[in-house]
């Protein structure tokens, strides 16, 4: 690791490093809230929770600001727990292994959990530093915003009382967000017919594995496999020439993530066995092929599985099915915005794919700038579901944050990073999701700007933060701070 100049970054770190001993994967928050309210305890600062779990802790405007209007630090505490197939890391009680690659952190094979920890570690520095000119400040910890912003969601009228709003929560340094998509999940189980395979069958399992995965909303436009979707087209090949029978299918693990790796059970007769392994290779050549400029690292594998339980499969349509639902659900981007260029619009994220309790339970995430889309997006998954005889259910979903390029704070934070940094901030809407059209929408004439380190590949275990973009927007935030007045 390079040397860290910048003073307060080193500060920010070790308070990240204690974060990041503390178990805190989405709706699994209370170890790291119980720490929030203590850590205000101990600095003799008010905090209080509500009926979710959010915290909020009360920072005194320093003297000269005492009549300022307050402003509200936000970020949430959960992150997306995942880890690569050979990592024994126990996200319920094991801390992040930080690993230090010239200038910027990351994990030992799992998520680093900056996103959004980083947020946390800047607010509670900033909480601490006695010698820094600022209004009241409201720290706002939302929990479970990685699986549908259950907790800005929950946020109550009046928990809040200012009226500006700093959200921590973007990935670029010097890019200010204005506005988001807007999103729902859908949740769909099938029900599973299974019965004893002939003599003569033999069990296989096929791996998809190496993938990039990464965040669905910030990586979706770049052409990353989905390990599932692979996972279907391979299946849907072997199927045309085999008796393939399904004994289970896995793959994905967040709602938010794109599908790293995944794996299928099958019951195959022994004398097909060699084609199938035929299909399987040629599936590789061409998902390398399609893939040839992303996904380095793709790999399917192919081998006999040994015993299965109970010696039982799903009948052939019903592995006919599987296949099928899987093959049809949408997975990309399905419109760029018409308002701003580059930006995705609507998009779909298929998540994961399990058999579970003799049922497959598919999770899909859908986001849309345009809510008119967005419901129509759901009610394309809804229809597959429906064909296919699964049940099917769709969240509530949050708003779109609508970008407002005349808000007053936008003009100053504009200003202040010129004068700080000797050059313009870009301005942008981003395709993820970001709690501010939740908080915004709960409180009314909120003004509202979201703004972070550079982080790369979040919601995966390539995730990683550029340390040297923690001091330039600590020092940002400082002079912004100081220009609320």
């Known amino acids: ?30 170890h790291i809230c119980k720490w929030l309210l203590q850590w205000a305890m101990e600095n003799d600062l ?53 690993v230090f690659e010239e200038d910027w952190l990351k994990a030992n094979h799992t998520t680093l959990g900056a996103d959004n920890g980083i947020a946390l570690a800047i607010a ?12 009241e400040l409201e720290l706002l910890f939302t929990v479970d915003e990685e699986t549908g912003l259950t907790g800005a969601n929950a946020l109550q009228p009046g928990f809040l009382q200012g009226k500006v709003l700093l959200n921590v929560d973007s990935e670029d340094e010097g890019v200010f967000t204005v506005g988001c998509a807007g999103g729902k999940d859908t949740h769909m189980a ?33 052409q990353r496999a989905n390990a599932i979707r ?10 045309r020439d085999c008796d ?82 899987l093959l049809a659900l949408p997975h990309g981007v399905a419109a760029m915005s018409q308002d701003i260029p580059g930006l995705v619009e609507t998009s779909n994220n298929l998540a994961s794919a399990k058999v579970v309790d003799g049922r497959l339970k598919v999770v899909t995430s859908q986001r849309s700038s345009v809510m008119s889309r967005l419901e129509a997006m759901t009610g394309q998954i809804e229809a597959v579901a429906a064909l296919s005889g699964a049940e099917v ?36 809407a981003i395709h993820a999701g970001l709690e501010c059209g939740i908080i915004g929408d709960k409180n009314p004439g909120m003004d509202m700007i979201s703004f972070g380190p550079t982080l790369k590949n979040p919601h995966s275990p390539d995730e990683k933060i550029y340390v040297p973009s923690i001091g330039k927007v600590w020092d940002f935030l400082i002079a912004l701070l100081k220009a609320l007045k």
């Open 1 to 30: 690791m390079k040397t860290i100049e910048h003073e307060k970054t080193k500060e920010i770190l070790a308070t990240f490093e204690a974060i990041s001993r503390i178990p805190r994967c989405s709706k699994h928050e209370e």
């Open 46 to 98: 008010k905090a209080e929770t509500d009926g979710v779990g959010n915290v909020l802790i009360h920072v005194p405007a320093t003297a000269t600001y005492a009549k300022a209007p307050a402003v509200v630090i936000q970020g949430h505490v959960d992150m997306v727990c995942e880890k690569t197939p050979d990592s024994r890391h126990d996200f319920s009680k094991d801390p992040i292994e930080f």
């Open 393 to 428: 259910r769709s969240s509530d979903g949050y708003p779109s944050w609508q970008p407002n390029l005349q808000s007053p704070l936008l003009a100053k934070c504009k200003r202040v990073y010129r004068k700080l940094y000797g050059k313009e901030a870009k301005v942008e």
């Open 190 to 222: 099938l029900d599973l017919d299974y019965e004893e395979v002939a003599p003569g069958q033999v069990p296989f399992q096929l791996k998809v594995s190496g993938l990039l995965g990464g965040h669905s909303g910030v990586n979706i436009h770049e």
């Open 244 to 325: 393939l029978r399904i004994v289970f299918v896995s793959g994905g693990t967040a709602h938010n993530a794109i599908p790293r790796d995944s794996l299928a059970t099958v019951f195959l007769p022994a004398d097909q066995a060699a084609v199938a392994g035929e299909h399987v290779r040629e599936a590789e050549k061409v998902f390398r092929a399609e893939f040839k400029d992303v996904e380095k690292d793709l790999n399917l594998t192919w081998s006999e599985f040994g015993q299965v339980q109970d010696n039982r499969a799903m009948t052939v349509a019903c592995s006919r099915r599987v296949v099928d639902i």
């Open 124 to 135: 509670l520095e900033l909480a601490k530093d006695k010698k820094i000119p600022h209004a």
């Open 230 to 239: 692979l996972l279907a087209r391979t299946l849907d090949w072997i199927r």
